[in-house]
């Protein structure tokens, strides 16, 4: 047996990261904060569930246990939109019904994975286990309290996925090994719940938002019928979370935004005040590795903003590029160097595009513009699959293009479709999409994806 190697965090990305190392014949040992989640209740008012696409399926694929995990996912065919005024229009996500995205319980899924990485030969789980910091002098992590060391583990070396908040991440800084930057967004979190019976009418496969311009309201659907429901909102000025400080406040805020879903919320107010007001952010750091010794991988090394479903599924592809890599390299030093620069323009871009989408869910949703380019867009796929991809579904459904390649693409869709759009004011997308001038456009500046990415490697 290889190894030992440490990991930090039996998250989502450490318990995969886990069955991934002990596959490739590494002893891992790994250190949760938390208790053991095969012994404790589900915990409550934390993104409950999570959009899974293409990139999270085949991380869980190279891992073996894609199969264990499928009960657990229920498919989202498109965006079900609702309008202030009551309209319901659903945007599908894809082509058809093999493009879809998976709503999953964040819950199960951790204990799938752990129950998974528990029967792995090479594995073995240390719950209740806080980190507090590296000591790189020494070649060791520390265990215990913010006030008390309690117990020191050699370094051996570690991948830290102790999740946004590392802890590993800020030891490390804090030692001047590497630098960070957190973009907070103005804009907060909370999780409210639509049960079973209240869920009634809503569509059971569509990922709904009632889009606000400067705020909105998702739901995603869980396996027993009810309806996971976050607000996103400023944390300040007005509307913002910041008003919303008696139970009149919060009942005339749902009533006024979203009048059709208030009657759903049946636990509004006592979940609204209960429920913690989550932060989101960016994370930028530089470098994610320490001399062989410590790896940041997942949200630890690049967390981003919810709003394109993309951060586990991003965590999880971490993984399987991690393993390729094992392939080659037998130096940690090696390994993690390669890794952050195989990984760090493709984190980029979604940490770029996971911002925008969050525009484009609250706001342009709503513009006839964005759904006319749309439409376009579609069409141009169905004419030239090879070429012209939509961005949305390069980043949600072809793991085979990296997220740079697919941020670089869709500027250039964008401009294509803008131009589109000025020649033909107004005219049928099936009509333009006819016409062959369009076809010289997308020849002459879209490659074929498989033959772009053959250039570029
Ligand atoms: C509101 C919201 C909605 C989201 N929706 C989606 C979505 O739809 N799709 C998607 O792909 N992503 C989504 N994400 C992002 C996703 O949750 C994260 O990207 C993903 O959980 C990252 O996995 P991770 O393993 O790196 O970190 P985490 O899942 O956060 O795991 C970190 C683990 O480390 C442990 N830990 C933390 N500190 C310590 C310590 N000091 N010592 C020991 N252990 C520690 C934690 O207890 C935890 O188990 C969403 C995030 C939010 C906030």
Same mark, same amino acid.
């Given at each position: 047996m290889r190894g030992p190697i440490n990991i930090v965090g039996a998250g989502l990305a450490g318990t995969l990261l886990a069955i991934v190392l002990a596959r490739r014949g590494f002893r891992v040992e790994v250190f949760e904060r938390r208790a053991d989640p095969r012994l404790r209740a589900a915990e409550r008012g934390?993104?409950?569930?999570?959009?899974?696409?293409?990139?999270?399926?085949?991380?869980?694929?190279?891992?073996?246990?894609?199969?264990?995990?499928?009960?657990?996912?229920?498919?989202?065919?498109?965006?079900?939109?609702?309008e202030h005024g009551g309209a319901e229009r659903?945007?599908?996500?894809?082509?058809?019904?093999?493009?879809?995205?998976?709503?999953?319980?964040?819950?199960?899924?951790?204990?799938?994975?752990?129950?998974?990485?528990?029967e792995q030969r090479g594995i073995a789980l240390h719950f209740g286990q806080n980190c507090v910091g590296v000591d790189l002098a020494r070649d060791a992590l520390l265990f215990g309290t913010a006030d008390k060391v309690q117990r020191r583990v050699p370094l051996v070396p570690t991948i830290a996925t102790d999740g946004a908040g590392s802890a590993v991440r800020v030891a490390l800084a804090a030692a001047g090994a590497i630098t960070v930057r957190e973009d907070m967004l103005a804009h907060d979190y909370r999780e409210l719940t639509i049960p079973p019976q209240q869920?009634?009418?809503?569509?059971?496969?569509?990922?709904?938002?009632?889009?606000?311009?400067?705020?909105?309201?998702?739901?995603l659907p869980n396996t027993d019928g009810s309806f996971t429901a976050t607000l996103f909102l400023a944390r300040e000025g007005s509307p913002s979370f910041a008003e919303l400080t008696d139970d009149a406040a919060i009942r005339r805020f749902f009533a006024r935004e979203f009048p059709d879903a208030v009657s759903r919320l049946a636990q509004l107010v006592e979940e609204f005040t209960a429920n913690p007001q989550g932060r989101l952010g960016t994370v930028y750091?530089? =470098?994610? #590795?320490?001399? *062989?010794?410590?790896?940041?991988?997942? @949200?630890? %090394?690049?967390?981003?903003? =919810?709003? #394109?479903?993309? *951060?586990?599924?991003?965590?999880?592809? @971490?993984? %399987?590029?991690l393993d390729t890599l094992l392939g080659e390299h037998d130096d940690f030093g090696a390994l993690f160097s390669a890794f952050m620069r195989a990984r760090r323009p493709d984190t980029d871009a979604i940490a770029r595009m996971a911002l925008e989408?969050?525009?484009?869910?609250?706001d342009t949703v709503l513009d006839p513009a964005f759904l006319r380019r749309k439409a376009l867009g579609a069409q141009l796929e169905r004419r030239y699959p090879d070429r012209f991809i939509p961005r949305y579904s390069m980043v949600m459904f072809h793991p085979e293009i990296g997220y740079a390649e697919a941020l670089h693409r869709g500027a250039v869709q964008d401009?294509?479709?803008?131009?589109?759009?000025?020649?033909?004011?107004?005219?049928?997308?099936?009509?333009i999409a006819d016409l062959s001038a369009i076809r010289e456009l997308v020849e002459a500046r879209l490659a074929p994806v498989n033959r772009a990415r053959a250039a570029r490697a």
């Open positions: 934390r993104s409950i569930n999570l959009a899974l696409a293409a990139r999270g399926l085949r991380g869980l694929e190279v891992a073996g246990v894609a199969a264990r995990v499928a009960p657990l996912l229920i498919p989202m065919r498109g965006r079900l939109v609702h659903l945007l599908p996500y894809g082509q058809d019904d093999t493009e879809v995205i998976h709503s999953v319980s964040r819950e199960a899924l951790g204990r799938t994975l752990i129950e998974a990485a528990a869920a009634v009418g809503l569509h059971p496969n569509a990922l709904h938002i009632w889009p606000r311009g400067g705020h909105m309201l998702i739901a750091c530089e =470098p994610w #590795h320490v001399a *062989g010794k410590v790896l940041l991988l997942g @949200d630890a %090394a690049h967390a981003i903003v =919810p709003f #394109h479903g993309q *951060g586990m599924n991003c965590a999880f592809e @971490d993984v %399987a590029v989408n969050y525009l484009e869910m609250r401009a294509l479709l803008a131009q589109f759009d000025t020649a033909y004011p107004g005219a049928d997308p099936e009509e």
